[in-house]
């Protein structure tokens, strides 16, 4: 009987070590599992931005109404929430874009990428303008900064609203 007994209390025993043992673990893998899922939110907030950038010469700011919703719908309506989209074709001066011939916009220059909240970063940048002669020979014509603000709808993240800076001084 003394050993039946010995044997249910070093069994019970082991139980308690292997239910503590992987429930001490189990923080570590949710912080694990934590980075990994904000490493890859944050390479798809700046995979979004870049995006935008990239498609920012296609919309022409000073086109007619009609042009411009489309041109901004098609350019602009995988990457930035539908209810910016109105905003700004309702009013296109508050909207990133194309003013001029040249110089025009040729990308976003990502600075900070900061985590607002667990469906929220904001992003600050710079929107690089260039020329042809830049085009060619590099360097920047004009930069302007940008504050975006790139929310997560459903499972995909989206630019919800932008804030446009000054012009700065290149060299």
Do not use: H
């Amino acid at each position: 009987m003394k050993k039946l007994l010995l044997f249910a209390l070093i069994l019970l025993l082991s139980a308690l070590m292997i239910s503590c043992t992987v429930v001490g673990n189990q923080p570590q893998q949710n912080e694990e599992e934590t980075q990994q899922t904000d490493e890859a939110d944050k390479k798809a907030v700046t995979d979004t931005v870049e995006s935008f950038g990239k498609r920012l010469q296609s919309v022409s700011l000073l086109a007619p109404k009609d042009i411009l919703e489309e041109s901004m719908k098609e350019s602009y309506g995988n990457l930035v929430s539908q209810e910016l989209i109105e905003k700004w074709i309702s009013d296109p001066l508050y909207a990133p874009g194309r003013l001029t011939s040249s110089p025009w916009p040729d990308r976003i220059e990502i600075l900070t990428v900061e985590k607002s909240s667990e469906n929220e970063y904001k992003v600050k940048g710079e929107i690089i303008e260039v020329t042809s002669t830049e085009k060619t020979d590099g360097g920047v014509a004009s930069k302007r900064t940008i504050t975006l603000t790139i929310k997560r709808f459903d499972d995909k993240w989206l630019i919800a609203n932008v804030i446009l800076g000054d012009y700065v001084e290149t060299k």
